[in-house]
């Protein structure tokens, strides 16, 4: 299930569950979309992005949903893996701009 | 190849020390930022560097001082740093495409110890 603790959501999955990832982004003129994997002591790891102009990207195991009606992001993980424990990042950036604003991230932990 | 390299990975320095974090990158990106992150906290930008030049500096005190002697190195020199400055810098790099937002790769990081 997920929790919201005292400094970062945490959602708990078991190995081989889906996992979703959500995401409010503030600024509704941003039209450019990444997810981030940082596991701990490691830089952030690029997963996927997604811009504007769709509404669902796939990638390996990965889908990322864009809702700009409600500016939210998720990020869908299949067949969840203990290897996928780590802190989850939103970002999001308007085009000709070179700064990305970052959500506050969400641990997923996997339990085998 | 998406790495972006930084040296050390690990440093600790006392108040009064003087030393500099160092990073790589060989994707011909044109745009290197410096991130700052303290635990559990999403990455906060410090600096923008386009083709070579300081374009965004997010406020950051005169004792964290950017460089970047060319397209492929960004240097963060350090000097007299507080315990509170302690955290993991992060370097990143994007193509740099004018106009045009873009993924930035983030390198490993160097883990900033002050006493």
């Known amino acids: 299930g997920e929790s919201v603790g005292l400094h970062l959501p945490t959602l708990s999955v078991q190995e081989g569950d889906n996992s979703i990832i959500n995401c409010a982004y503030s600024n509704s003129a941003s039209d450019y979309f990444i997810w981030y994997k940082q596991e701990s002591g490691k830089g952030p790891q690029f997963i996927i992005d997604?811009?504007?102009?769709?509404d669902k990207r796939q990638g390996q195991r990965v889908t990322v949903l864009l809702n700009k009606t409600v500016k939210h992001l998720s990020l869908q993980i299949a067949a969840t893996q203990p290897g996928d424990s780590a802190v989850y990042f939103c970002?999001?950036?308007?085009?000709?701009?070179?700064?990305?604003?970052f959500g506050k991230g969400t641990m997923l932990l996997v339990s085998p | 190849d998406t790495e972006v390299t930084q040296t050390p990975k690990h440093l600790v320095m006392g108040m009064t020390n003087k030393k500099s974090l160092k990073c790589e990158q060989h994707?011909?990106?044109?745009?290197m930022y410096w991130y700052k992150q303290k635990a559990k906290k999403p990455p906060e930008l410090m600096f923008v560097?386009?083709?070579?030049?300081?374009?965004i500096n997010e406020s950051v005190p005169s004792r964290f001082s950017p460089e970047c002697p060319n397209s492929s190195l960004l240097n963060l020199h350090l000097h007299a740093l507080q315990p509170e400055d302690s955290a993991l810098y992060l370097c990143a790099s994007s193509p740099g495409l004018a106009g045009y937002t873009d993924t930035q790769y983030f390198g490993p990081g160097t883990r900033l110890t002050v006493l």
């Open positions: 560097y386009s083709y070579e030049k300081l374009s």
């Open positions: 994707m011909g990106h044109r745009a």
């Open positions: 970002a999001e950036a308007k085009s000709g701009y070179s700064t990305l604003t």
């Open positions: 997604i811009r504007s102009n769709m």
